[in-house]
T-cell receptor, first 111, second 110 residues
Framework: EAQVTQNPRYLITVTGKKLTVTCSQNMNHEYMSWYRQDPGLGLRQIYYSMNVEVTDKGDVPEGYKVSRKEKRNFPLILESPSPNQTSLYFC??????????FGPGTRLTVT | RKEVEQDPGPFNVPEGATVAFNCTYSNSASQSFFWYRQDCRKEPKLLMSVYSSGNEDGRFTAQLNRASQYISLLIRDSKLSDSATYLCAVNPSGTYKYIFGTGTRLKVLA
């Protein structure tokens, strides 16, 4: 089954404790992306990757890091999470310029 | 002006009604357009890609108006199950970004 998976689905953590949210896709897509979704602000792109070892900033990259060492994986790293990073996070993949397929989401709370 | 704008709604319509949403975009060179459906706090799922010639899938029709820089989504014979938030997305030409609107909420009433 073609899918994008994310882990964990729910995470509660404290300010400053490094965390990683994993994302994996099995569709051999070149393009992968991370979004955060907040009430009233919609989906905002954090980082994206056009291929292995090629990443770039989206509209809200501050406080986040990514890496793309393998085509199927695109982890999101919060080195020092802060409460304003409490959000619903989605990973997505696609062929470039085509429709994106989203993972089920990760609900992150930073206290 | 936001790059992609949608009326947040909610649009409350009776079952069987026809409803239309618009989504305006600011980058005139944008090439790829999409409509997604999102149920409460779940992942967005593709509803339709929007082609220059327009496209139809059952009760759903999407149109692109390049002159006025908007895309539209028409839903005919609304069902209770159509209640959701509808997001438009644009891939501006020359970029690798996807820009999403904040979504339009639809409630279909029995």
């Amino acid at each position: 089954e073609a899918q994008v998976t994310q882990n964990p689905r729910y995470l509660i953590t404290v300010t400053g404790k490094k965390l990683t949210v994993t994302c994996s896709q099995n569709m051999n897509h070149e393009y992968m992306s991370w979004y955060r979704q907040d009430p009233g602000l919609g989906l905002r792109q954090i980082y994206y990757s056009m291929n292995v070892e090629v990443t770039d900033k989206g509209d809200v990259p501050e406080g986040y890091k990514v890496s793309r060492k393998e085509k199927r994986n695109f982890p999101l790293i919060l080195e020092s999470p802060s409460p304003n990073q409490t959000s619903l996070y989605f990973c997505a993949s696609s062929e470039l310029g085509y429709e994106q397929y989203f993972g089920p989401g990760t609900r992150l709370t930073v206290t | 002006r936001k790059e992609v704008e949608q009326d947040p709604g909610p649009f409350n319509v009776p079952e069987g009604a026809t409803v239309a949403f618009n989504c305006t975009y600011s980058n005139s060179a944008s090439q790829s357009f999409f409509w997604y459906r999102q149920d409460c706090r779940k992942e967005p799922k593709l509803l339709m890609s929007v082609y220059s010639s327009g496209n139809e899938d059952g009760r759903f029709t999407a149109q692109l108006n390049r002159a006025s820089q908007y895309i539209s989504l028409l839903i005919r014979d609304s069902k209770l199950s159509d209640s959701a938030t509808y997001l438009c997305a644009v891939n501006p030409s020359g970029t690798y970004k996807y820009i999403f609107g904040t979504g339009t909420r639809l409630k279909v009433l029995a």
